[in-house]
Nanobody
Framework: QVQVEESGGGLVQAGGSLRLSCAAS????????MGWFRQPPGKEREIVAA????????YYADSVKDRFTISRDNTENTVYLQMNNLKPEDTAVYYC????????????????????WGQGTQVTVSS
């Protein structure tokens, strides 16, 4: 089963950008659908974006559409989340997750769909 580890979080002013990375190891990365989730303080964990293992299909939460971009590099076993025009409400711990799937265009959007989770990386957006 693949293990994942996030990096790239930090403190940024509103309107700024960050790129999160999620490095995977221990599995055939190209067979895993990947997702980014976040958990704001005192709230439930929620889906931010997801990508199929082919990279050909993506999903975005309405709150991040047109600001965030998920992508993956199967040669580097890494998935990215480019976050632009950040807002204070984007402040959260961001988690990467992986799920083994059989079909190249399968995406997963539920927290219960994923088997492997990282430890999370803090993103703080100041106003």
């Amino acid at each position: 089963q693949v293990q994942v580890e996030e990096s790239g979080g930090g403190l940024v002013q509103a309107g700024g950008s960050l790129r999160l990375s999620c490095a995977a190891s221990g599995g055939i990365f190209s067979k895993y659908a990947m997702g980014w989730f976040r958990q704001p303080p005192g709230k439930e964990r929620e889906i931010v974006a997801a990508i199929s293992w082919s990279g050909g299909r993506t999903y975005y939460a309405d709150s991040v559409k047109d600001r965030f971009t998920i992508s993956r590099d199967n040669t580097e076993n890494t998935v990215y989340l480019q976050m632009n025009n950040l807002k204070p409400e984007d402040t959260a711990v961001y988690y990467c997750a992986a799920d083994y799937v059989y079909y190249s265009n399968t995406i997963r959007t539920g927290t219960d769909d994923y088997d492997s989770w990282g430890q999370g990386t803090q993103v703080t957006v100041s106003s």
